[in-house]
Structures are given as structure tokens and as C-alpha cells.
């Protein structure tokens, strides 16, 4: 059974900083591409980061420079690192599992609140 774990979220002043971590079971973790998406009430569920099974990552325009993905083959592990965090940051951030050749094999995560206010 396939299962993703995020861990890492909570609530954060403004210039505050998180770290969120996706734990994998089931799959051969590194053939997957792991992404990071992000909702917020009301909005569209947003591409926030991806680090492809080769190490190359792209992120949002929105956080370049301020939040920084990142994986560990050996753990089974995503982890984003959010920096200067602002309160249109706050959303729920889920992972996601993407097989880097086979459509139709991929996996969500349950998502992690992440909230900005001071």
C-alpha cells in the first residue's frame, strides 16, 4: 500500500520559516518525481516546487528564493524548506508522487496545514 506522509506544518509569524517532510512507503522512491502543491480557501491548487528523480528542481515564481525542496533516496523523503514565510503563504501544502516514465502512477499525500499571521 502506498502511502505519503507530510509532517512539518503549523503556525508561523511572518518572516518565520517551516520545514515540511514527505514520507514515503510502498514505492521505489526514486524513480519518482516529487512535487509539492499548495491550496488555500477559495484558490486554485498551485505547483509551489518539484525535484525531479535526478535532483533538478523548479519552483513557483511566488517562492524563488525563499523556499528551497529537496529529497533523500535513502529515507524515502521529500522536505521543503519555507524561509521568510508571508500569510499569502498559508495554505495547505500536499505532496505528490509522480512516477518519472509510467503515466497514471502517482500519489497524493493528505496535506499539512501551514498558517502565516502574526
Known amino acids: 500500500q502506498v502511502q505519503l506522509v507530510e509532517s512539518g506544518g503549523g503556525l508561523v509569524q511572518p518572516g518565520g520559516s517551516l520545514r515540511l517532510s514527505c514520507a514515503a512507503s510502498?514505492?521505489?522512491?526514486?524513480?519518482?518525481?516529487m512535487e509539492w502543491y499548495r491550496q488555500a480557501p477559495g484558490k486554485e491548487r498551485e505547483l509551489v516546487a518539484s525535484?525531479?528523480?535526478?535532483?533538478?528542481?523548479n519552483y513557483a515564481e511566488s517562492v524563488k528564493g525563499r523556499f528551497t525542496i529537496s529529497r533523500d533516496n535513502v529515507k524515502k523523503s521529500a522536505f521543503l524548506q519555507m524561509n521568510s514565510l508571508q500569510p499569502e503563504d498559508t495554505a495547505v501544502y500536499s505532496c505528490?508522487?509522480?512516477?518519472?516514465?509510467?503515466?497514471?502512477?502517482?500519489?497524493w499525500g493528505q496535506g499539512t496545514q501551514v498558517t502565516v499571521s502574526s
Open positions: 525535484i525531479r528523480s535526478s535532483g533538478s528542481t
Open positions: 505528490h508522487a509522480k512516477h518519472m516514465t509510467l503515466r497514471g502512477f502517482h500519489y
Open positions: 510502498g514505492i521505489t522512491f526514486s524513480v519518482y518525481d
